[in-house]
């Protein structure tokens, strides 16, 4: 049984949860202030994903109250090549200025390196990136236009164990994108036709130590728009779930989910060889074939977070009630993140 949130406030006088659950639409009204854990277990952060078949771009801002982050990725699919540059501020305690809502405002992430800036506006997302020294003494340049195709969008409140912890989350999947990149001499241009992006958007307080899985892909295929988003392992989801399917401008919501992911004899994951997604009722079925790891180990200290966002290519389908989302040869992740912080 999944509850359904309805409007209102998202945390009640003592910082918990008014209520745990998914909706499909920013129905909780997130306020920093209302935070009643210690100011430096606040995590905000906003990712974009944008990508075609043959390339893809990643770009995050992101304010962990005691470090911040900002990171800029290409991602090449047929060279099966990426590069992933990061820069980080100490104890920025929301000085990053991340909006409380998805619907407007604007992130922005400026120092000596590397000026990101994303800007919300009657559901179009513009965004601008520009890192003087990029990688090889090179500089990198993009510009980016997103277009939202739909009203609903994947919304989940949940909680953890302890009190005053709670995670608040929304996925817009689907997004129509055009834009280009620069870096050096070479540059790409990604068109509408056939590129789409993804925003991940966070707001919460979590305990120390967490393990998520998470799949999403946003694509044109077979002549639909299809996207889902999957996951798991992420706090309490007994409420709800996260997953979704998203078929022509329509999301729906899914029951549970398993990444089947090959381990090796002493049970490490064997990232690169073939996944499969599927669930108890059989709505699932999908084959996903590695191309790359973006692997990432950062270890200071008593912060440390593994990530493996893989990426690769999806087949099969999603059946909801008289829906049938097939799913032939799009390119998109699933990624497994450990953090200690």
């Not at 990712?47 to 990725?73: C, H, K, P, Q, W």
């Not at 979590?206 to 996951?231: D, I, M, P, Q, R």
Request: net charge neutral; proline share 2%; hydrophobic share 35%.
């Amino acid at each position: 049984m999944q509850f359904k949130m309805k409007n209102g406030p998202l945390l009640d006088e003592s910082g918990n949860l008014v209520e745990a659950g998914y909706a499909f639409s920013l129905v909780k009204e997130y306020d920093r202030r209302s935070i009643k854990a210690p100011k430096l277990r606040i995590k905000e952060w906003d990712y974009y994903y944008i990508g075609n078949n043959e390339r893809g771009v990643a770009f995050t801002i992101d304010d962990n109250s005691y470090m911040g982050l900002s990171s800029v990725s290409i991602l090449d699919f047929k060279a099966k090549k990426y590069i992933t540059k990061s820069s980080m501020k100490a104890f920025t305690n929301g000085k990053v200025g991340l909006p409380s809502s998805s619907v407007s405002g604007k992130t922005e992430w400026i120092d000596k390196n590397y000026s990101l800036s994303f800007k919300v506006e009657n559901k179009k997302r513009i965004l601008d990136i520009s890192v003087l020294n990029y990688s090889d003494n090179l500089p990198f340049k993009a510009h980016f236009e997103l277009e939202e195709m739909m009203d609903e969008s994947m919304v989940i409140a949940t909680p953890f164990e302890k009190k005053k912890h709670f995670y608040y989350n929304q996925k817009i999947n689907c997004m129509k994108a055009e834009g280009y990149y620069e870096f050096g001499s070479s540059s790409y241009k990604f068109s509408k036709d056939d590129t789409r992006a993804v925003l991940d958007w966070g707001r919460g307080v979590w305990t120390y130590k967490n393990t998520w899985f998470w799949a999403s892909l946003s694509t044109k295929t077979l002549g639909h728009e299809v996207g889902f988003n999957l996951g798991y392992g992420f706090g309490d989801t007994s409420k709800a779930s996260e997953n979704m399917l998203f078929y022509d401008n329509k999301a729906y919501k899914l029951e549970d989910v398993v990444f089947n992911i090959p381990k090796d004899e002493k049970g490490n994951y064997k990232f690169l060889d073939e996944w499969t997604f599927t669930s108890k009722d059989g709505s699932i079925n999908l084959r996903f074939t590695p191309i790359l790891d973006r692997s990432d180990l950062t270890d200071v200290l008593i912060i440390k977070s593994l990530q493996h966002q893989v990426f690769g290519v999806y087949n099969g389908e999603i059946k909801v009630g008289d829906v049938t989302a097939k799913i032939e040869n799009a390119i998109s992740f699933a990624e497994v993140v450990t953090n200690w912080w």
